[in-house]
């Protein structure tokens, strides 16, 4: 590898950052969604080239393995590099995190390139010291931007899971916390839970297999294509989630399919005991069941909801750090970001500064390595568009989002259609025309909308609030926040 073709290698990777890319283009979007399975194979490869020249260090190896080892590396991380450059700019993912992400990938990139140049030359002997010294720098470049990565895709704490679980065991271990708490809600804080574990992967609001989504009471009632009735109350013998979950597992109908984790037999029977006592969405625990068996299993049950709620507590602490760096991001672009007091205190709410500043699309893209932390967005009078509803529609947890006097014409609603949570929407003063205001229709979590002096007319106003009877469809300005 001549010195000429690193550097021109080097070049091309220092330029990738200022790529001027079309966030729409299908085929930038096709390749940069590749990156997630490409990115695997520069961390192979520079994790097998350290273990050989290792090994080479004390028992010959064939030079041609290694140099093989070498390029190979080199291009998967050219691939990878820019895969990832691709799917940055679909509007995805955005902020300080993936920036540095990918600052450290090309910072591989261009120290892999020369220990490749470094190894594959005719006078390589000469300088191994100097290879290897940057085959360590790759080693930890490996490890940091495989760790922003992980970050991006699993959150900051996911290396923590395991630990504050153990913390959660011991905690409760001390306590007298897992027995019959009698304000539990059965559904809410019982069943739900466990529909979530086994159940929502394929049965959730964004991917309804068989048209059923299992996230939310009204819909797990409402069914499926299939119009076999889910829940029966009083009745599981007649309720498919009791029926299927009690199949063979070899059986073509068995719940949860496809060799996934069924249910076990206290979740089993606590199903079919909640059914048998009216399938109620608002009951509480009370005094609980009766009968030993369904007694026992209720326990259990009980004993991994507090274990749950312990974690919550140790979650919400770590989150609660992040205060000062979410009110440093917010002033930075040019917002508000503070805890949620109403809802859960896990979550923060976004508004806008007194005295307000320009806050545009490309600000709400870069709240996206946050996206599940917020529960509340007021963008009254920002200069944003429709785009930002897709960032905004990534947040799993947003309930409340007020757009009222925002340069939008409700095209980017589209984007909230099957989300779990949205309960709230203000588009008052905004020019949400007729056509738009009907994707309102398929916004199944929806509760109240406001469409003061925004271009829908009187008669659309009303036959939206006809049609959709869980729905308040109100011509009035509405809350700001």
Same mark, same amino acid.
């Given at each position: ?5 690193? $550097? ?20 930038? /979007? ?25 090994? /080479? ?17 080199? *291009? ?7 895969? &990832? ?29 020369? !220990? ?6 005719? /006078? ?31 959150? /900051? ?18 306590? @007298? ?46 069914? &499926? ?39 076990? #037999?206290?979740?089993?029977? *606590? ?26 299993? +209720? ?11 312990? +974690? #919550? ?16 991001? &917010? ?9 949620? !007091?109403? !809802? ?11 005295? #307000? ?6 600000? *709400? ?36 989002? +007020? ?5 939008? @014409?409700?095209? &980017? $609603?589209?984007?909230? *259609? ?12 905004? @020019? ?10 398929? +916004? ?25 009877? !869980?729905? @308040? ?9």
């Amino acid at each position: 590898m001549r010195v000429i073709s690193s $550097l021109l290698a080097s070049l091309f990777l220092l330029s990738i950052p200022s790529w001027s890319l079309d966030p729409a283009h299908y085929i930038s /979007n096709f390749i940069g969604r590749f990156h997630p399975l490409l990115v695997h194979f520069p961390i192979v490869g520079v994790l097998a080239t350290v273990a050989l020249e290792w090994i /080479n260090r004390k028992n010959k190896l064939p030079s041609s393995w290694i140099n093989i080892a070498y390029w190979t590396t080199l *291009i998967s991380i050219l691939t990878s590099v820019v895969a &990832g450059a691709l799917l940055m700019h679909t509007g995805d993912y955005g902020g300080a995190v993936i920036r540095k992400h990918q600052w450290l990938a090309i910072g591989l990139g261009i120290y892999w390139v020369w !220990a490749t140049k470094l190894r594959t030359q005719s /006078n390589a002997a000469q300088w191994q010291r100097s290879r290897l010294s940057l085959l360590a720098v790759c080693l930890v470049l490996t490890i940091s931007s495989g760790h922003l990565g992980g970050s991006l895709t699993h959150g /900051n704490v996911f290396l923590q899971v395991p630990l504050q679980k153990r913390k959660a065991q011991k905690l409760l271990s001390q306590t @007298d916390a897992a027995v019959h708490p009698a304000s539990l809600q059965v559904f809410g804080q019982i069943i739900l839970p466990i529909l979530s574990e086994k159940c929502n992967k394929c049965h959730n609001s964004s991917n309804p297999k068989g048209g059923l989504d299992m996230q939310r009471y009204s819909s797990l009632i409402r069914g &499926g294509k299939s119009k076999a009735p889910i829940v029966v109350a009083g009745a599981p013998q007649r309720s498919e989630l009791s029926i299927r979950v009690h199949l063979p597992t070899n059986h073509e109908e068995f719940m949860p399919p496809d060799g996934r984790t069924p249910l076990t #037999t206290a979740e089993r029977r *606590i199903i079919d005991w909640w059914i048998e006592q009216g399938a109620s969405p608002q009951d509480t625990l009370g005094t609980g069941p009766t009968d030993s068996l369904t007694l026992k299993a +209720m326990d259990a049950q009980l004993e991994r909801i507090m274990e749950r709620q312990m +974690m #919550t507590s140790l979650n919400r602490k770590e989150i609660r750090s992040m205060a000062p760096k979410m009110a440093k991001l &917010g002033q930075d672009l040019g917002l508000k970001i503070e805890p949620d !007091a109403v !809802a859960d205190s896990l979550l923060y709410r976004i508004s806008m500064q007194i005295p #307000t500043k320009v806050v545009t699309d490309d600000q *709400i893209a870069r709240l996206m390595p946050h996206r599940h932390l917020f529960s509340k967005v007021s963008l009254v009078s920002a200069d944003i568009t429709d785009a930002a509803f897709f960032h905004l529609s990534q947040m799993p947890f947003l309930e409340e989002l +007020m757009v009222a006097k925002c340069c939008i @014409d409700g095209s &980017g $609603l589209k984007h909230f *259609i099957g989300h779990p949570r949205l309960r709230v929407l203000n588009l008052s003063h905004t @020019d949400v025309s007729d056509v738009h205001a009907l994707t309102l229709t398929r +916004m199944e979590a929806l509760e109240r909308v406001f469409l003061f002096n925004a271009f829908v007319s009187k008669t659309t106003i009303s036959a939206l609030d006809q049609h959709l009877q !869980a729905v @308040d469809v109100l011509n009035i300005e509405g809350p700001f926040f």
